[in-house]
């Protein structure tokens, strides 16, 4: 058995697919008795959506779910202004709401198929590391091994109590209300609306489905210092719409209910020996943006095609690039969610006014729309290093591959998990690259013919090279230092 995973959450099983379509075996390890019903996370961003793509699940995704295209800043019934996704470039250019749950079964459905059951009631209990393979045991005595462990187990991870990896962070003393609520009629707002009131904000989502099922987010930090909360029943919550939301909209039933208590952490490591932690379990900070999950399946992706690649026989020291890549995007994720946090905190009269300002200025400015949209797609991530270079035509070493279309389908579709892309700028000026677990695209007159390709990677002649989670490994002109970047990736341990 090559690798263990901790966790049927969205992280382990992206992990287990990517894995999987590598041809790797697994285990998926899972504490609970059987699979959540739980709704909690509710988006997907374009990045994650090109990634499930890549798994070939995009498009059951999209029948699920909705496309979020704004949201509204409200005062009662009004609406004082609308925030408007400015739709990035992806195939997938939306947030795409549906709850964790949903996404949970489609993930495990395909594992099915792929032949890997998730095994539930298997919670694992202690790791112990040797030179050549990790061993676990769970909760009801049986031992495991393995290659490799990731600890995909959730923010109260059990591995990285057991690795011993600090959590830097803690709590930030805010207390929400979060519940799923049947609404007795489609209310008088669109799919996604906040009010900002004295009392922090109050946010409603509507949840994809045929009920007029929707998410509501309530700060209940001034009543959790003086009183102990109620929990959220249909009374209590009705109150609070009531008082600080929407007029004559009525609550008729609440499915789902949690009492969240904001946390910001960061693991200090993403890797001890031979175990990894991935996710939540290496990361956790309050819903603001829906970042979290979809963070938790990039680490996924990233992690999963180089433990692939090693478990083929490539040098391990492929590995490193998994923390120095994700840990900083981590921390600059949660330095991002810390300023929304923030904002959302203020309490005193001025601050929020001057902030409520901001915010509707920023709705009517394009550029700060886009940017924001951009962001929240997490599209803009790179894992670039070294300075960017004036007048840089096209996506550079570490930016994301760029869809654009080809005479047959685009560049995206030639993409996937289990193999690197190499797009090869008119070929008839070129050697040819024939490397294994390399699929080679030929970009010239035939296969481009309005140049979107070219003019989108700004080369008319040379190399594109493409990793598994699409960003690129390698560009330019010199096919001699594009099969150095091969086989550094593919390069057997035995070089070491
Ligand atoms: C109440 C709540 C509401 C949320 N709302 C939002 C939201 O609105 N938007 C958003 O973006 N994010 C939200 N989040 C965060 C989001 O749910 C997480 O970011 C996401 O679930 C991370 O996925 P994951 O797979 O890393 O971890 P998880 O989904 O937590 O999965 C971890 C899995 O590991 C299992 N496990 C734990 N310990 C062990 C063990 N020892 N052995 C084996 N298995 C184990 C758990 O049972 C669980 O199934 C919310 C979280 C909570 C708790």
Do not use: K
Not at 153 to 165: Q, W
Not at 243 to 252: H, K
Not at 429 to 456: F, M, N, S, W, Y
């Amino acid at each position: 058995m090559s690798v263990l995973v901790a966790g049927a959450g969205p992280t382990g099983m992206v992990t287990a697919l990517t894995l999987a379509a590598n041809g790797v075996p697994c285990r998926v390890l899972e504490r609970r008795p059987q699979s959540s019903g739980s709704s909690r996370a509710l988006g997907l961003q374009a990045r994650s959506m090109e990634l499930l793509a890549g798994l070939g699940l995009a498009d059951e995704v999209e029948r699920v779910a909705y496309r979020l295209s704004g949201a509204s800043i409200m005062r009662g019934d009004a609406e004082l202004s609308r925030l408007s996704w400015v739709p990035p470039q992806s195939p997938y250019p939306y947030t795409y709401v549906l709850p964790q749950s949903g996404l949970e079964e489609i993930l495990r459905g395909r594992l099915r198929e792929v032949g890997v059951e998730v095994e539930y009631g298997a919670e694992v209990r202690t790791v112990v590391q040797y030179d050549d393979r990790v061993g676990v045991q769970l909760a009801d005595g049986r031992p495991l091994e393995a290659s490799w462990l990731v600890g995909a187990d959730g923010s109260r991870s059990r591995v990285r109590t057991e690795l011993e990896i600090a959590l830097d962070g803690g709590a930030t003393g805010e207390t929400y209300y979060l519940a799923d609520v049947v609404l007795d009629a489609a209310p008088p707002f669109r799919d996604s609306a906040m009010w900002l009131g004295p009392a922090g904000p109050l946010m409603l989502m509507r949840l994809p489905g045929p009920v007029e099922l929707w998410r509501i987010f309530v700060d209940m930090t001034d009543a959790a210092q003086t009183e102990e909360l109620p929990e959220p029943s249909i009374a209590v919550l009705q109150q609070l719409l009531d008082e600080r939301g929407p007029s004559r909209t009525r609550i008729a039933d609440v499915p789902w209910t949690s009492i969240f208590r904001t946390r910001v952490c960061l693991a200090a490591e993403y890797r001890r020996g031979r175990a990894f932690l991935a996710g939540d379990a290496a990361h956790v900070f309050p819903p603001f943006g829906g970042q979290g999950m979809n963070l938790g399946i990039q680490d996924a992706v990233n992690l999963a095609w180089r433990l692939a690649r090693v478990e083929q026989g490539a040098s391990d020291r492929l590995l490193d690039g998994y923390e120095a890549e994700r840990h900083p995007v981590a921390a600059a994720t949660i330095r991002d969610v810390e300023r929304r946090r923030q904002l959302y905190a203020l309490r005193n009269p001025i601050a929020r006014s001057l902030r409520d300002a901001m915010l509707r200025f920023g709705a009517r400015v394009p550029g700060a729309a886009r940017q924001a949209s951009l962001q929240n797609s997490q599209l803009d991530l790179s894992y670039r290093t070294g300075r960017r270079r004036p007048f840089s035509p096209g996506p550079e070493i570490g930016d994301r591959a760029p869809d654009a279309a080809l005479a047959e389908g685009t560049v995206h579709d030639r993409l996937g998990v289990d193999h690197l892309t190499l797009l090869h700028f008119d070929t008839a000026q070129g050697e040819r690259l024939d490397e294994p677990g390399t699929v080679v695209v030929r970009i010239d007159d035939e296969t481009d013919p309005a140049g979107t390709t070219r003019a989108r990677y700004g080369l008319r002649q040379g190399y594109v090279l493409i990793r598994p989670d699409g960003y690129l490994a390698s560009r330019g002109t010199d096919l001699a230092e594009v099969r150095r970047v091969v086989a550094s990736i593919n390069e057997p341990a035995r070089i070491r």
